[in-house]
């Protein structure tokens, strides 16, 4: 059974509370996705077809539970729609993401022509490129994937999101100092 009242409305197909959660996660999702350099009708696209997922699940019972953020458990479904447009269009494209629901390393052909980097993205490319460990991760989960700082309290298991606050201003520090290296 589900324990989250807004779930609940979601199983029993409460319009009102598939709006909430559309609107809600959105712009996150959006800019999830981007990392994957779509275009942006394409993105839309995963996104409302990654929603009509998760309510389907609900009113089907494939979803009874959940053991991780109903943000979390979106973000999964458009990461595998991602991955099904590229097998589909018989695209690759190489995601190594630690973060992922099954931390594994997947690939995919794509064939994107991308505008050169600035000097500026270089330096911030690299920088994250050496970035290891906590900080890395915490970056990636804000930036990339657009978990809020409760989520990612959550996810790596902080105590209070005080301390995600400090680690994040503390990494941030870091990337800068990396960039302004020469």
Do not use: W
Not at 8 to 28: C, F, I, S, T
Not at 131 to 146: A, D, H, P, S, V
């Amino acid at each position: 059974m589900l324990e989250d009242p807004e779930l609940e409305k979601l199983k029993r197909g409460d319009d009102e509370a598939l709006r909430k959660v559309y609107m809600e996660y959105r712009r996150p999702f959006l800019n999830y996705i981007r990392r994957f350099e779509l275009d942006q009708d394409t993105i839309l696209d995963i996104y409302q077809d990654s929603i009509i997922t998760l309510h389907e699940n609900l009113l089907h019972g494939k979803l009874t539970h959940l053991t991780c953020s109903l943000k979390t458990y979106l973000f999964g479904i458009g990461k595998f729609k991602v991955y099904a447009y590229f097998r589909k269009n018989k695209k690759t494209f190489l995601v190594e993401d630690s973060h992922d629901l099954e931390k594994s390393t997947e690939e995919f052909e794509v064939e994107i022509e991308k505008p050169p980097l600035t000097e500026k993205q270089q330096r911030l490319k690299n920088a994250l490129k050496k970035m290891t460990g906590k900080c890395k991760e915490i970056l990636e989960l804000f930036y990339f994937r657009g978990l809020t700082i409760d989520e990612i309290r959550d996810y790596e298991g902080y105590e209070n999101k005080n301390t995600v606050k400090s680690q994040k201003s503390r990494c941030l520090k870091t990337l800068k100092k990396m960039i302004l290296e020469p």
